[in-house]
């Protein structure tokens, strides 16, 4: 079968390789979708820590089901996803039904070999059903529940104000969560085309740009004075993680979706005085794909609006690198392989 494999940073190679074969425990999968994502992008450019080269990148996939060991109620040719996220099943985050934090945590497509590729071996724990969904909403499902993770954290009641920071698609998908749960979202980036894909396809009634507009006034006047009681961090940037905790309301909470390298620094009697509570949120678990896949169903999302640029494999080693190029226009990059 053919392969995509990433053999150092900046580098892509089509490779010829053995199929997968079902083993113990696992079951293969055709590949049919890969979603293109910030964490492969990184790991292209060689800015993502602890990488290991040569890699096989990919871990937004839908798929069809091909066969399997204990993966009972799966059919051949079911359209399925999977949560990518493998872990050990016996350390105290697993054993609290914290899979999404592992201690010893494999994510497919970063630690281990993912989705490039026309089959994939999976274990057969990681499979999701299809329920009728598409392929381009399958391969979506993963992103979209980093975002419904991050919400649930937050624990979003209705009719509070949620300021999401960072409109990529993980901030997006968190806007769209938040919605969900009765929130009244406030989106801020710094990118006003970003801020406009917000009002215009999501319906956010509220947009600031940070870079232009005076912050602080503008929350003020959204939310009649009391701030946002929850605010979400989707940026990764250490100086937006770190201005954020002076949009939050007195006994807010503050989730940290993004993730960045530093140190995180704020005023203690501020933060204090407010009360608040500071989280960290990572990956999602199975009940945030499930809440994902009902929504989708309900139509509650549309994701179609988030793929800007589709592409087949062949052609994924040349347009890779444009979709670094924020200028690109890029929300969503999909692969599409076909029979
Ligand atoms: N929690 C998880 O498990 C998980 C999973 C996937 C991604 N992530 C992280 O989520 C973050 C967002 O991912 P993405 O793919 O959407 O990234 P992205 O780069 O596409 O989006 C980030 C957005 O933040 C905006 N931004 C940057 N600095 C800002 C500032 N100072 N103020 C306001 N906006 C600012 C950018 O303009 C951009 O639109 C990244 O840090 C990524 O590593 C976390
Ligand atoms: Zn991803
Ligand atoms: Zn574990």
């Known amino acids: 079968m053919k392969t995509l494999v990433c053999t150092t940073p900046g580098q892509f190679e089509y490779q010829e390789g053995d199929s997968p074969v079902a083993t113990k425990n696992h079951s293969i999968l055709k590949i049919k979708r890969i979603g293109i994502c910030g964490t492969d992008l990184h790991a292209f450019e060689g800015t993502q820590p602890f990488f290991e080269y040569p890699r096989i990148l990919g871990h937004e996939l839908a798929a069809e089901f091909v066969e399997g060991d204990n993966a009972e109620g799966f059919s051949k040719g079911e359209a399925v996803t999977f949560i990518p996220y493998f872990n050990c099943g016996e350390c105290i985050a697993c054993r609290s039904g914290k899979e999404n934090c592992c201690t010893s ?45 991050g919400v649930r954290r937050a624990d979003v009641k209705p009719d509070e104000f949620v300021l999401v920071i960072g409109a990529g698609p993980i901030g997006l998908g968190i806007m769209e969560f938040a919605r969900i749960a009765g929130g009244k979202v406030i989106a801020m980036d710094i990118n006003d085309q970003r801020l406009s894909f917000c009002s215009d396809k999501l319906g956010v009634a509220h947009t600031i740009n940070a870079m232009n507009d005076d912050v602080i006034e503008r929350l003020k006047e959204i939310t009649g004075g009391d701030f946002p009681t929850v605010v979400i961090d989707a940026t990764g940037s250490l100086r937006a993680i770190n201005n954020g905790f002076q949009y939050m309301a007195h006994g807010a909470r503050y989730v940290l979706v993004g993730l960045q390298k530093g140190e995180l620094n704020f005023s203690h009697p501020e933060f204090h005085k407010r009360e608040g509570t500071l989280m960290s949120s990572r990956n999602a678990t199975r009940a945030d794909f499930e809440h994902v896949i009902a929504s989708m169903k309900k139509g509650m999302v549309n994701p179609a609006t988030y793929i800007t640029h589709r592409v087949t494999f062949e052609q994924v080693k040349d347009d890779f690198k444009g979709w670094l190029d924020p200028a690109n226009g890029v929300i969503k990059a999909m692969v599409e392989l076909n029979d």
Do not use: R
């Open 105 to 149: 945590i494999k994510v497919c497509g970063v630690h281990v070999n993912g989705g490039m590729a026309e089959y994939l071996s999976v274990p057969s724990y990681s499979l999701i059903h299809g329920e009728g969904l598409s392929f381009d909403e399958l391969a979506l499902v993963e992103p979209l529940a980093i975002g419904a993770h």
